[in-house]
Protein backbone atom coordinates (compact mmCIF):
# COMPACT_ATOMS: atom_id res chain seq x y z
CA UNK A 1 0.00 0.00 0.00
CA UNK A 2 1.19 3.37 -0.64
CA UNK A 3 1.10 6.54 2.10
CA UNK A 4 -1.42 8.32 2.75
CA UNK A 5 -0.19 11.66 1.52
CA UNK A 6 1.74 12.15 -1.29
CA UNK A 7 4.94 14.18 -0.37
CA UNK A 8 3.87 16.21 -3.85
CA UNK A 9 1.41 18.07 -1.90
CA UNK A 10 2.55 21.58 -3.67
CA UNK A 11 3.59 21.78 -7.53
CA UNK A 12 6.16 24.38 -6.08
CA UNK A 13 8.75 21.84 -5.02
CA UNK A 14 11.01 24.32 -2.82
CA UNK A 15 12.93 22.18 -0.35
CA UNK A 16 11.72 24.56 2.46
CA UNK A 17 8.14 23.73 1.34
CA UNK A 18 8.78 19.86 0.78
CA UNK A 19 9.77 20.12 4.38
CA UNK A 20 6.87 21.57 5.50
CA UNK A 21 4.41 19.08 3.46
CA UNK A 22 6.25 16.00 5.16
CA UNK A 23 5.19 17.87 8.51
CA UNK A 24 1.27 18.15 7.24
CA UNK A 25 1.74 14.57 5.83
CA UNK A 26 2.08 13.01 9.53
CA UNK A 27 -0.32 15.38 11.44
CA UNK A 28 -3.02 14.43 8.65
CA UNK A 29 -1.90 10.57 9.20
CA UNK A 30 -2.66 11.18 12.76
CA UNK A 31 -6.06 12.52 11.44
CA UNK A 32 -6.08 15.66 13.52
CA UNK A 33 -8.52 18.63 13.11
CA UNK A 34 -8.42 21.75 11.25
CA UNK A 35 -5.76 23.22 13.25
CA UNK A 36 -3.23 20.65 12.00
CA UNK A 37 -1.09 23.09 10.63
CA UNK A 38 -0.73 25.86 12.73
CA UNK A 39 2.26 24.72 14.09
CA UNK A 40 3.82 25.28 10.75
CA UNK A 41 2.53 29.02 9.37
CA UNK A 42 5.23 30.67 9.80
CA UNK A 43 7.24 28.26 6.91
CA UNK A 44 4.60 29.06 4.47
CA UNK A 45 4.65 32.82 5.33
CA UNK A 46 8.15 33.24 4.94
CA UNK A 47 7.69 31.54 2.08
CA UNK A 48 4.84 33.77 0.43
CA UNK A 49 6.75 36.54 1.63
CA UNK A 50 10.08 35.52 -0.45
CA UNK A 51 8.20 34.69 -3.35
CA UNK A 52 6.02 38.64 -2.71
CA UNK A 53 9.13 40.18 -2.45
CA UNK A 54 11.04 38.77 -5.46
CA UNK A 55 7.75 39.71 -8.03
CA UNK A 56 7.63 43.16 -6.38
CA UNK A 57 11.25 44.27 -6.12
CA UNK A 58 9.95 47.77 -7.83
CA UNK A 59 6.89 47.61 -5.15
CA UNK A 60 7.95 49.09 -1.51
CA UNK A 61 4.51 48.43 -0.58
CA UNK A 62 4.38 45.39 1.68
CA UNK A 63 1.13 43.02 1.19
CA UNK A 64 0.57 40.60 4.16
CA UNK A 65 0.60 37.47 2.50
CA UNK A 66 -2.62 35.31 2.74
CA UNK A 67 -1.94 31.78 4.63
CA UNK A 68 -3.62 28.81 3.60
CA UNK A 69 -6.01 27.15 5.39
CA UNK A 70 -6.20 23.08 6.04
CA UNK A 71 -9.44 23.59 4.02
CA UNK A 72 -7.25 24.82 1.50
CA UNK A 73 -4.15 22.57 1.43
CA UNK A 74 -6.67 19.52 1.44
CA UNK A 75 -8.73 20.97 -1.71
CA UNK A 76 -5.04 21.58 -3.72
CA UNK A 77 -4.03 18.17 -2.89
CA UNK A 78 -7.87 17.02 -4.44
CA UNK A 79 -7.12 19.52 -7.56
CA UNK A 80 -3.56 17.55 -7.89
CA UNK A 81 -5.04 14.18 -7.35
CA UNK A 82 -4.66 11.83 -10.07
CA UNK A 83 -7.82 10.32 -9.62
CA UNK A 84 -10.95 11.82 -11.29
CA UNK A 85 -13.37 11.43 -8.22
CA UNK A 86 -13.79 11.54 -4.37
CA UNK A 87 -15.47 9.20 -2.48
CA UNK A 88 -18.22 10.51 0.08
CA UNK A 89 -19.66 8.57 2.75
CA UNK A 90 -22.05 8.79 5.93
CA UNK A 91 -23.59 6.09 8.21
CA UNK A 92 -26.93 5.36 7.98
CA UNK A 93 -28.84 4.19 11.27
CA UNK A 94 -27.27 0.45 11.02
CA UNK A 95 -23.41 1.79 11.14
CA UNK A 96 -23.33 0.65 7.21
CA UNK A 97 -21.86 3.47 5.02
CA UNK A 98 -23.53 4.77 2.76
CA UNK A 99 -22.02 7.43 -0.20
CA UNK A 100 -21.12 7.90 -3.87
CA UNK A 101 -18.34 9.31 -5.89
CA UNK A 102 -18.33 12.82 -6.77
CA UNK A 103 -16.42 15.12 -9.62
CA UNK A 104 -13.86 17.21 -8.03
CA UNK A 105 -15.64 20.62 -8.93
CA UNK A 106 -18.55 18.94 -7.04
CA UNK A 107 -16.70 17.92 -4.23
CA UNK A 108 -15.35 21.43 -3.92
CA UNK A 109 -18.45 22.80 -4.15
CA UNK A 110 -20.16 20.34 -1.53
CA UNK A 111 -17.36 21.40 0.77
CA UNK A 112 -18.61 25.13 0.57
CA UNK A 113 -22.54 24.52 -0.35
CA UNK A 114 -23.16 21.03 0.79
CA UNK A 115 -24.90 18.85 -1.52
CA UNK A 116 -28.25 16.66 -1.71
CA UNK A 117 -28.92 13.27 -0.70
CA UNK A 118 -31.82 11.11 -1.24
CA UNK A 119 -33.60 10.82 2.58
CA UNK A 120 -34.17 7.27 1.95
CA UNK A 121 -31.13 6.18 3.75
CA UNK A 122 -32.82 7.00 6.72
CA UNK A 123 -36.17 5.14 5.38
CA UNK A 124 -34.55 1.65 5.11
CA UNK A 125 -32.99 -1.29 6.72
CA UNK A 126 -29.89 -2.96 6.50
CA UNK A 127 -31.31 -5.04 3.32
CA UNK A 128 -32.76 -1.62 1.85
CA UNK A 129 -36.15 -3.02 2.38
CA UNK A 130 -38.44 0.42 3.25
CA UNK A 131 -39.69 1.26 7.03
CA UNK A 132 -43.20 1.51 6.91
CA UNK A 133 -43.30 2.99 10.29
CA UNK A 134 -40.86 5.72 10.36
CA UNK A 135 -41.71 9.34 10.29
CA UNK A 136 -39.18 10.73 9.03
CA UNK A 137 -39.28 10.26 5.13
CA UNK A 138 -41.12 7.70 3.00
CA UNK A 139 -44.19 6.96 0.93
CA UNK A 140 -45.75 9.76 2.51
CA UNK A 141 -42.93 12.50 1.91
CA UNK A 142 -42.08 11.24 -1.71
CA UNK A 143 -38.04 10.33 -0.04
CA UNK A 144 -36.76 14.34 -0.28
CA UNK A 145 -33.18 14.97 -0.23
CA UNK A 146 -31.60 15.91 2.82
CA UNK A 147 -28.56 17.57 3.13
CA UNK A 148 -25.33 16.34 3.11
CA UNK A 149 -21.51 17.92 4.15
CA UNK A 150 -18.16 16.84 4.28
CA UNK A 151 -15.98 17.04 7.53
CA UNK A 152 -12.53 17.87 5.65
CA UNK A 153 -10.83 16.90 8.70
CA UNK A 154 -11.74 13.65 7.83
CA UNK A 155 -9.43 13.14 4.76
CA UNK A 156 -8.15 10.12 4.04
CA UNK A 157 -7.14 8.35 0.49
CA UNK A 158 -7.72 5.08 -0.43
CA UNK A 159 -4.30 2.94 -1.15
CA UNK A 160 -6.04 -0.20 -2.71
CA UNK A 161 -8.51 1.68 -4.60
CA UNK A 162 -5.87 3.54 -6.66
CA UNK A 163 -5.56 6.55 -3.74
CA UNK A 164 -9.32 7.69 -4.76
CA UNK A 165 -9.57 11.13 -1.73
CA UNK A 166 -11.93 10.03 0.52
CA UNK A 167 -14.16 12.29 3.44
CA UNK A 168 -16.73 11.14 5.96
CA UNK A 169 -19.87 13.32 6.26
CA UNK A 170 -22.71 14.81 8.36
CA UNK A 171 -26.14 15.12 7.56
CA UNK A 172 -27.91 18.07 7.60
CA UNK A 173 -31.90 18.85 7.94
CA UNK A 174 -33.78 21.30 5.98
CA UNK A 175 -32.99 24.43 8.83
CA UNK A 176 -29.21 23.69 7.80
CA UNK A 177 -28.67 22.42 11.17
CA UNK A 178 -27.40 18.77 11.80
CA UNK A 179 -29.94 16.04 11.11
CA UNK A 180 -31.37 14.80 14.49
CA UNK A 181 -31.25 11.45 13.53
CA UNK A 182 -27.83 11.43 12.25
CA UNK A 183 -25.48 8.73 13.79
CA UNK A 184 -22.49 11.21 13.91
CA UNK A 185 -24.42 14.12 14.57
CA UNK A 186 -26.08 12.36 17.65
CA UNK A 187 -22.23 11.33 18.99
CA UNK A 188 -21.63 15.21 18.74
CA UNK A 189 -24.29 15.68 20.65
CA UNK A 190 -23.34 13.86 23.31
CA UNK A 191 -19.52 15.46 23.34
CA UNK A 192 -20.59 19.05 23.46
CA UNK A 193 -22.71 17.89 26.52
CA UNK A 194 -19.62 15.85 28.12
CA UNK A 195 -17.41 19.42 27.20
CA UNK A 196 -19.71 21.36 28.83
CA UNK A 197 -18.89 19.62 32.07
CA UNK A 198 -14.68 20.21 31.15
CA UNK A 199 -15.03 16.18 30.37
CA UNK A 200 -13.50 15.09 27.43
CA UNK A 201 -14.50 11.18 26.30
CA UNK A 202 -11.58 9.13 24.86
CA UNK A 203 -12.06 5.65 23.75
CA UNK A 204 -10.47 2.71 21.45
CA UNK A 205 -12.36 0.03 20.18
CA UNK A 206 -12.21 -3.60 19.79
CA UNK A 207 -13.67 -5.74 17.33
CA UNK A 208 -14.22 -9.31 16.77
CA UNK A 209 -15.18 -10.75 13.14
CA UNK A 210 -15.46 -14.28 11.19
CA UNK A 211 -13.62 -14.43 8.24
CA UNK A 212 -14.34 -16.80 5.08
CA UNK A 213 -12.90 -18.38 1.86
CA UNK A 214 -16.33 -16.73 0.58
CA UNK A 215 -17.69 -14.34 -1.20
CA UNK A 216 -21.24 -12.89 -2.63
CA UNK A 217 -21.83 -15.05 -4.96
CA UNK A 218 -20.93 -18.02 -3.70
CA UNK A 219 -22.76 -17.36 0.24
CA UNK A 220 -26.27 -17.12 -2.39
CA UNK A 221 -24.92 -20.62 -4.20
CA UNK A 222 -24.23 -22.00 -0.88
CA UNK A 223 -27.78 -20.65 0.39
CA UNK A 224 -25.17 -19.27 3.76
CA UNK A 225 -24.74 -22.59 4.93
CA UNK A 226 -21.43 -24.45 5.19
CA UNK A 227 -19.28 -22.36 4.40
CA UNK A 228 -15.67 -22.50 4.53
CA UNK A 229 -13.67 -20.21 7.06
CA UNK A 230 -10.49 -19.04 6.64
CA UNK A 231 -8.86 -21.53 9.07
CA UNK A 232 -10.44 -24.26 11.15
CA UNK A 233 -10.10 -24.91 14.54
CA UNK A 234 -10.16 -22.99 17.87
CA UNK A 235 -6.66 -21.43 17.47
CA UNK A 236 -7.20 -17.80 19.62
CA UNK A 237 -3.50 -16.27 20.03
CA UNK A 238 -2.27 -18.14 17.04
CA UNK A 239 0.99 -17.26 15.50
CA UNK A 240 0.79 -20.18 13.27
CA UNK A 241 -2.69 -19.33 11.82
CA UNK A 242 -1.27 -15.31 11.24
CA UNK A 243 1.96 -16.57 9.54
CA UNK A 244 -0.09 -18.83 7.09
CA UNK A 245 -2.77 -15.93 6.35
CA UNK A 246 0.31 -12.78 6.47
CA UNK A 247 -0.68 -11.45 2.79
CA UNK A 248 -4.17 -10.27 4.77
CA UNK A 249 -2.36 -9.68 8.50
CA UNK A 250 -0.15 -7.06 6.53
CA UNK A 251 -2.90 -5.64 4.46
CA UNK A 252 -5.27 -4.42 7.97
CA UNK A 253 -1.60 -3.36 9.60
CA UNK A 254 -1.43 -0.88 6.35
CA UNK A 255 -4.53 0.51 7.59
CA UNK A 256 -2.06 2.82 10.08
CA UNK A 257 -1.52 4.43 7.08
CA UNK A 258 -5.01 5.35 6.30
CA UNK A 259 -5.59 7.15 9.44
CA UNK A 260 -7.13 3.58 11.08
CA UNK A 261 -3.81 2.47 13.09
CA UNK A 262 -4.41 -0.78 14.92
CA UNK A 263 -2.41 -1.72 18.46
CA UNK A 264 -3.06 -5.18 18.11
CA UNK A 265 -4.16 -7.61 15.84
CA UNK A 266 -4.10 -11.61 16.08
CA UNK A 267 -6.64 -14.55 16.29
CA UNK A 268 -9.56 -15.65 18.44
CA UNK A 269 -10.84 -18.42 19.23
CA UNK A 270 -12.94 -19.64 16.86
CA UNK A 271 -12.57 -20.90 13.07
CA UNK A 272 -11.24 -17.97 10.95
CA UNK A 273 -11.69 -15.41 13.78
CA UNK A 274 -9.41 -12.35 14.37
CA UNK A 275 -9.55 -9.66 16.83
CA UNK A 276 -8.14 -5.92 16.32
CA UNK A 277 -7.40 -3.07 18.73
CA UNK A 278 -7.70 0.03 17.31
CA UNK A 279 -5.51 2.70 18.73
CA UNK A 280 -7.44 5.24 21.23
CA UNK A 281 -8.64 8.59 20.39
CA UNK A 282 -10.82 11.43 21.22
CA UNK A 283 -14.55 10.07 20.82
CA UNK A 284 -15.69 10.86 17.44
CA UNK A 285 -12.00 10.50 16.48
CA UNK A 286 -12.48 6.80 17.78
CA UNK A 287 -15.73 6.34 16.28
CA UNK A 288 -14.76 7.38 12.95
CA UNK A 289 -12.03 4.94 13.00
CA UNK A 290 -14.20 2.08 13.98
CA UNK A 291 -16.67 2.53 11.06
CA UNK A 292 -13.79 2.92 8.49
CA UNK A 293 -11.99 -0.57 10.19
CA UNK A 294 -15.07 -2.32 9.48
CA UNK A 295 -15.99 -1.36 6.20
CA UNK A 296 -12.23 -1.13 4.96
CA UNK A 297 -11.70 -4.49 6.52
CA UNK A 298 -14.09 -5.84 4.08
CA UNK A 299 -12.85 -4.16 1.14
CA UNK A 300 -9.36 -5.63 1.39
CA UNK A 301 -11.11 -8.73 2.51
CA UNK A 302 -12.56 -9.33 -1.00
CA UNK A 303 -9.79 -8.40 -3.01
CA UNK A 304 -7.70 -11.21 -1.67
CA UNK A 305 -10.99 -13.76 -1.85
CA UNK A 306 -11.93 -13.50 2.20
CA UNK A 307 -15.39 -12.44 3.14
CA UNK A 308 -15.36 -10.93 6.50
CA UNK A 309 -18.38 -10.98 8.83
CA UNK A 310 -19.14 -8.40 11.75
CA UNK A 311 -22.32 -10.31 12.56
CA UNK A 312 -22.66 -10.70 16.64
CA UNK A 313 -23.17 -14.33 16.29
CA UNK A 314 -22.67 -16.40 13.31
CA UNK A 315 -23.16 -20.32 15.14
CA UNK A 316 -25.11 -21.37 18.08
CA UNK A 317 -22.42 -23.64 19.21
CA UNK A 318 -19.07 -21.09 18.48
CA UNK A 319 -18.61 -17.50 20.25
CA UNK A 320 -19.76 -14.62 19.50
CA UNK A 321 -18.00 -11.15 18.28
CA UNK A 322 -16.89 -8.33 20.69
CA UNK A 323 -17.32 -4.92 20.01
CA UNK A 324 -15.54 -3.59 23.14
CA UNK A 325 -15.15 -0.26 24.04
CA UNK A 326 -12.26 1.04 26.39
CA UNK A 327 -13.55 4.72 27.80
CA UNK A 328 -12.31 7.49 30.00
CA UNK A 329 -13.03 10.85 30.40
CA UNK A 330 -10.03 13.35 30.27
CA UNK A 331 -9.70 17.11 31.94
CA UNK A 332 -11.06 18.94 28.71
CA UNK A 333 -8.44 21.75 29.84
CA UNK A 334 -5.75 20.23 30.99
CA UNK A 335 -5.84 16.44 29.35
CA UNK A 336 -5.32 14.73 32.82
CA UNK A 337 -7.16 11.14 33.27
CA UNK A 338 -10.32 11.89 35.41
CA UNK A 339 -10.53 8.15 35.92
CA UNK A 340 -7.54 7.73 38.18
CA UNK A 341 -7.49 8.19 42.02
CA UNK A 342 -4.16 6.94 43.19
CA UNK A 343 -5.22 7.28 47.19
CA UNK A 344 -8.30 5.10 46.38
CA UNK A 345 -7.44 1.12 46.54
CA UNK A 346 -8.88 0.56 43.36
CA UNK A 347 -7.28 3.60 41.57
CA UNK A 348 -10.82 4.96 40.85
CA UNK A 349 -11.89 8.14 41.46
CA UNK A 350 -15.48 9.62 42.40
CA UNK A 351 -15.67 10.52 38.38
CA UNK A 352 -15.06 7.13 37.66
CA UNK A 353 -17.43 5.19 40.37
CA UNK A 354 -20.49 7.81 39.29
CA UNK A 355 -19.57 6.83 35.90
CA UNK A 356 -19.84 3.37 36.07
CA UNK A 357 -23.17 3.62 38.25
CA UNK A 358 -24.54 5.90 35.03
CA UNK A 359 -23.98 2.87 33.05
CA UNK A 360 -25.52 -0.34 35.22
CA UNK A 361 -28.48 1.74 35.49
CA UNK A 362 -29.25 2.89 32.26
CA UNK A 363 -27.70 -0.42 30.52
CA UNK A 364 -31.01 -2.16 30.90
CA UNK A 365 -33.04 0.58 28.91
CA UNK A 366 -30.05 1.49 26.76
CA UNK A 367 -29.45 -1.81 25.60
CA UNK A 368 -30.44 -1.60 21.65
CA UNK A 369 -28.10 1.00 21.12
CA UNK A 370 -25.48 -2.35 22.29
CA UNK A 371 -27.28 -5.29 20.82
CA UNK A 372 -29.11 -3.17 18.18
CA UNK A 373 -30.22 -6.66 15.63
CA UNK A 374 -31.48 -9.90 16.50
CA UNK A 375 -28.65 -12.06 16.14
CA UNK A 376 -27.43 -9.71 18.84
CA UNK A 377 -29.13 -11.10 21.74
CA UNK A 378 -27.74 -14.82 20.51
CA UNK A 379 -23.97 -13.62 21.63
CA UNK A 380 -25.73 -12.73 25.11
CA UNK A 381 -25.30 -15.91 26.78
CA UNK A 382 -23.92 -17.06 29.87
CA UNK A 383 -20.66 -18.75 29.28
CA UNK A 384 -19.68 -17.27 26.20
CA UNK A 385 -17.26 -14.43 27.09
CA UNK A 386 -19.80 -12.18 26.65
CA UNK A 387 -22.07 -10.33 29.67
CA UNK A 388 -25.75 -11.14 30.19
CA UNK A 389 -25.60 -8.57 33.19
CA UNK A 390 -25.69 -5.07 34.36
CA UNK A 391 -22.39 -6.09 36.62
CA UNK A 392 -18.87 -4.52 37.00
CA UNK A 393 -15.90 -5.92 38.55
CA UNK A 394 -11.93 -5.65 38.71
CA UNK A 395 -10.51 -7.12 35.23
CA UNK A 396 -13.15 -9.38 35.52
CA UNK A 397 -14.12 -10.13 31.99
CA UNK A 398 -18.04 -12.09 32.63
CA UNK A 399 -19.01 -8.78 33.93
CA UNK A 400 -20.52 -5.71 31.64
CA UNK A 401 -17.68 -3.01 32.71
CA UNK A 402 -14.33 -4.39 33.40
CA UNK A 403 -12.29 -1.95 35.38
CA UNK A 404 -8.38 -1.80 34.47
CA UNK A 405 -5.77 -0.72 36.65
CA UNK A 406 -3.28 1.12 34.52
CA UNK A 407 -2.20 4.24 36.15
CA UNK A 408 -2.71 7.09 33.87
CA UNK A 409 -4.55 4.04 31.31
CA UNK A 410 -7.01 3.71 33.95
CA UNK A 411 -10.42 2.62 32.23
CA UNK A 412 -13.02 0.94 31.97
CA UNK A 413 -13.76 -2.30 29.00
CA UNK A 414 -17.28 -1.80 27.97
CA UNK A 415 -18.21 -5.25 27.31
CA UNK A 416 -21.26 -5.59 26.03
CA UNK A 417 -21.38 -4.09 22.55
CA UNK A 418 -21.24 -6.75 19.69
CA UNK A 419 -18.89 -6.29 16.53
CA UNK A 420 -22.49 -5.70 14.83
CA UNK A 421 -23.35 -1.57 16.64
CA UNK A 422 -22.87 1.36 14.84
CA UNK A 423 -20.22 2.56 16.52
CA UNK A 424 -21.55 6.54 16.60
CA UNK A 425 -24.30 5.39 18.29
CA UNK A 426 -22.96 3.00 20.73
CA UNK A 427 -19.77 5.38 21.74
CA UNK A 428 -22.67 8.33 21.82
CA UNK A 429 -25.35 6.40 24.05
CA UNK A 430 -22.38 4.67 26.87
CA UNK A 431 -20.89 8.13 26.80
CA UNK A 432 -24.18 9.77 27.85
CA UNK A 433 -25.56 6.81 30.35
CA UNK A 434 -21.80 7.62 31.51
CA UNK A 435 -22.33 11.47 32.02
CA UNK A 436 -25.50 11.43 34.11
CA UNK A 437 -24.21 9.63 36.62
CA UNK A 438 -21.01 11.80 36.54
CA UNK A 439 -23.33 14.72 36.60
CA UNK A 440 -25.97 13.85 39.10
CA UNK A 441 -23.37 11.92 41.17
CA UNK A 442 -24.43 8.53 41.57
CA UNK A 443 -23.25 6.62 44.06
CA UNK A 444 -21.55 3.28 42.85
CA UNK A 445 -23.38 1.22 45.38
CA UNK A 446 -23.03 -2.21 43.38
CA UNK A 447 -19.92 -4.25 44.79
CA UNK A 448 -17.46 -5.43 42.18
CA UNK A 449 -18.07 -8.83 41.16
CA UNK A 450 -15.61 -11.66 41.90
CA UNK A 451 -15.84 -14.69 39.71
CA UNK A 452 -18.22 -15.44 38.09
CA UNK A 453 -20.73 -12.96 36.62
CA UNK A 454 -23.29 -15.86 35.34
CA UNK A 455 -23.55 -17.85 38.94
CA UNK A 456 -24.84 -14.33 40.47
CA UNK A 457 -27.88 -14.16 38.29
CA UNK A 458 -28.59 -18.16 38.48
CA UNK A 459 -28.05 -17.37 42.38
CA UNK A 460 -31.01 -14.25 42.17
CA UNK A 461 -28.31 -11.48 43.30
CA UNK A 462 -28.40 -9.86 40.11
CA UNK A 463 -30.84 -9.18 37.54
CA UNK A 464 -30.50 -10.01 33.87
CA UNK A 465 -30.53 -7.97 30.62
CA UNK A 466 -33.28 -8.18 28.06
CA UNK A 467 -33.15 -10.92 26.04
CA UNK A 468 -34.87 -10.27 23.12
CA UNK A 469 -34.27 -7.41 20.85
CA UNK A 470 -37.93 -6.84 21.30
CA UNK A 471 -38.14 -6.55 25.01
CA UNK A 472 -35.01 -4.24 25.64
CA UNK A 473 -36.93 -2.26 22.43
CA UNK A 474 -39.81 -1.87 24.49
CA UNK A 475 -37.58 -0.20 27.45
CA UNK A 476 -35.82 2.28 25.49
CA UNK A 477 -38.91 3.60 24.04
CA UNK A 478 -40.14 4.78 27.99
CA UNK A 479 -36.55 6.03 28.43
CA UNK A 480 -36.65 10.03 29.32
CA UNK A 481 -32.86 10.24 29.72
CA UNK A 482 -32.09 8.59 26.60
CA UNK A 483 -34.93 11.38 24.91
CA UNK A 484 -33.00 13.90 27.11
CA UNK A 485 -29.06 12.79 26.18
CA UNK A 486 -29.86 11.75 22.45
CA UNK A 487 -32.64 13.34 21.42
CA UNK A 488 -35.80 13.18 21.21
CA UNK A 489 -36.58 12.55 17.25
CA UNK A 490 -33.23 10.64 17.47
CA UNK A 491 -34.71 7.64 19.65
CA UNK A 492 -37.79 7.86 18.52
CA UNK A 493 -36.94 7.35 15.30
CA UNK A 494 -34.18 4.29 16.55
CA UNK A 495 -37.24 2.54 18.14
CA UNK A 496 -39.37 2.50 15.12
CA UNK A 497 -36.45 1.24 13.35
CA UNK A 498 -35.91 -1.69 16.10
CA UNK A 499 -39.32 -2.78 16.24
CA UNK A 500 -39.14 -3.21 12.01
CA UNK A 501 -36.29 -5.04 12.44
CA UNK A 502 -38.09 -7.72 14.96
CA UNK A 503 -41.39 -7.82 12.91
CA UNK A 504 -39.44 -8.96 9.78
CA UNK A 505 -37.62 -11.12 12.09
CA UNK A 506 -41.42 -12.73 13.35
CA UNK A 507 -42.96 -13.16 9.82
CA UNK A 508 -40.47 -15.40 8.50
CA UNK A 509 -40.35 -19.18 9.08
CA UNK A 510 -37.29 -20.40 10.24
CA UNK A 511 -35.34 -23.42 9.30
CA UNK A 512 -35.97 -24.21 13.52
CA UNK A 513 -39.51 -24.63 13.08
CA UNK A 514 -39.68 -26.68 10.10
CA UNK A 515 -37.28 -28.68 11.97
CA UNK A 516 -39.29 -29.22 15.00
CA UNK A 517 -42.89 -29.02 13.67
CA UNK A 518 -43.48 -30.19 10.19
CA UNK A 519 -42.93 -33.94 10.58
CA UNK A 520 -44.68 -34.36 14.23
CA UNK A 521 -47.26 -31.81 14.75
Known amino acids: ????????????????????????????????????????????????????????????????????????????????????????AGSDIDGILRGKYL???????????????????????????????????????????????????????????????????DFIGSDGQPLPICPRSTLKKVIKKCHEHQLDPVQGMEFEWY??????????????????????????????????????????????????PLEGLHTETGPGVYEAAIRFSTALESADRAILFKHCTKEIASLQGIMA????????DLPGCSGHMHQNFNCLKTGRNLFLDESDPNQMSDIFKSFLAGQLLLLPEFLPFFAPTINSYKR?????WAPTTPTWGMDNRTVALRVIKGGKATRSEFRVTGSDVNPYISIAASFA??????????????????????????????????????????????????????GEEFVDHFVETRRWEYRQFNHQVHKWELERYLEII
Open 309 to 316: SFMAKPFK
Open 103 to 169: DKSKFESSIKKGLGFCSVIFGWDSSDSAYDNVTFTGNHTGYPDIGARPDVSTFRTIPWEYDVPLFLM
Open 433 to 486: AGLYGVVNKLELKQKPIIGNSYDHYKKGLVDRLPRSLAESTELLSKSKIAKEYL
Open 211 to 260: NYSENNKSLLTKNFSNLEPLSNGMFGYSLLRTSQNSEFMNSLAELQGFGV
Open 1 to 88: MNKLINNNFFINKKNHINNFVKNCSTKINNNTNNDIFNKNKNDLKSFSSSNNNNNNDHNNKYEEPKLMDAEDLILNQIKISKSPFVKI
Open 380 to 384: LVDGY
